[in-house]
């Protein structure tokens, strides 16, 4: 989840409770506001009814008594049980024309008017009340909604923008390669934290491009060096085999060198591809046909092939193409194809099936899986054989690394299966 997303969520998951603790606080005030309001209403009509009874102005009263706006009844208290001559209450009083209890707000007040006590009940109908509630909630509503769409909006453009810098700095990091010999620019920002880590970025690049330099320098120069003394002893020691003043013994202890120089020589080239692929120096992307690649690849080993009575079974159901480097292409099958036929048995077999999207080359051999943790890994031999070196599925995994590609291995019925396919 990305980090803008995230703080929005979080924005999200925080504000909804404070939403509702607003409308709730909201609600409250506003339903006090309007009853003190309606109270001081009530009150202001039982001053008027004690005005009218003072003046003694009966058609007034009559008329509120008529109307059922208020009831006045003479009385011998002056004031109620609990001292208070005013009480307010809420009550439900029959509408007539609606012939339904409606809610209202009551106020009993005793008054005294020319020695004499009146009871006076006057009340208000609370559903107007109610209704002007219910708008100026629902308007609150729509209104903190509004405010809440607007704040997420402008977070998430906010931090978007704020942010930027940080994710060209990711951008930057994922596209960097050493081999390139380039520090990408990085975005200016008013932010000291960005400032800082685009500094620390750069000077990082900076010192793992002269660390690359210095490592491919000393890499070609070392298989330089050990090339050619290793091509002037393999010469030698060919001269030598051709003697002919050579007891048995002589031949064996040179043959052993001979083989050693070999082993040597192969050991030295695989790590120079290895280091060759590990830092993208094959740049060239091609569609590759994996088919006519296994095609060379059976024909380059076919004498080995031949010399262990291997039987090999295609089942092409389409073609497969790759986009990767040709010749990386070729070295991922032969070193495929050479390790099934390496860790062969005599007259064993070879599966090699080619789908839409994947490879999958199957050999009979050790009848035990081979060792996950340590299969792709450099210099794990999985068997005594003096020609392996330990570097041919190590290789044959960074190719398929840097080409986007997955390489699998399974054991099924006591046979080893290798999967290429595309990432997913």
Request: with cysteine; net charge neutral.
């Amino acid at each position: 989840m990305k980090l803008i997303t995230k703080t929005s969520l979080y924005y999200l998951l925080l504000s909804i409770p404070i939403l509702i603790l607003s409308g709730f606080i909201c609600f409250h005030i506003l339903t006090h506001k309007v009853r003190h309001a309606n109270d001081e209403v009530l009150v202001n009509r039982i001053k008027l009814i004690e005005q009218y009874l003072v003046e003694n102005d009966t058609v007034s009263l009559q008329f509120l008594v008529k109307t059922k706006e208020a009831e006045i009844n003479k009385t011998l208290k002056n004031n109620f049980s609990n001292g208070n001559k005013t009480i307010f209450s809420d009550t439900l009083i029959l509408d007539e024309a609606e012939n339904e209890m409606d809610p209202n707000r009551m106020v009993s007040s005793i008054v005294r008017v020319k020695k004499a006590n009146y009871l006076i009940k006057i009340w208000r109908s609370s559903i107007e009340n109610e209704e002007l509630i219910k708008g100026i909630l629902f308007l609150l509503v729509w209104i903190l909604l509004a405010l809440f769409l607007i704040s997420m909006i402008l977070n998430f453009w906010i931090s978007k923008k704020m942010w930027k810098p940080f994710y060209t700095s990711v951008s930057n990091l994922e596209k960097f390669r050493a081999s390139d010999n380039e520090i990408p620019p990085f975005e200016d920002s008013t932010i000291k934290e960005f400032t800082a880590l685009n500094k620390s970025l750069a000077s990082m690049m900076s010192k793992m491009i002269a660390d690359y330099n210095a490592q491919k320098k000393f890499t070609e120069n070392a298989s330089h060096e050990i090339q050619t003394p290793l091509a002037v002893i393999k010469s030698k020691v060919d001269l030598l085999i051709q003697s002919e003043n050579l007891d048995p013994i002589d031949v064996e202890l040179i043959v052993a060198i001979d083989d050693a120089c070999s082993k040597l020589n192969r050991l030295n080239k695989s790590l120079l591809l290895l280091t060759k692929i590990e830092n993208r120096q094959f740049k060239t992307i091609e569609k590759v046909s994996v088919e006519k690649v296994l095609d060379s690849s059976l024909l380059l080993f076919e004498d080995y092939i031949k010399e262990k009575e291997i039987t090999i079974v295609k089942n092409i159901e389409t073609e497969f193409w790759i986009n990767m480097n040709p010749d990386l292409g070729l070295v991922f099958i032969n070193n495929l194809i050479q390790n099934a036929i390496r860790h062969n048995v005599d007259e064993g077999s070879i599966h090699i099936r080619i789908k839409f999207n994947k490879i999958i080359i199957e050999n009979t051999g050790a009848i035990e899986p081979l060792n996950l943790d340590h299969l792709f890994k450099r210099f794990q031999k999985n068997s005594t054989s003096h020609l392996s070196i330990g570097l041919g599925l190590a290789i044959a995994n960074e190719i398929a690394e840097v080409s986007g590609l997955v390489l699998k291995y399974k054991f099924i019925n006591n046979k080893h299966r290798f999967i290429l396919k595309e990432r997913d």
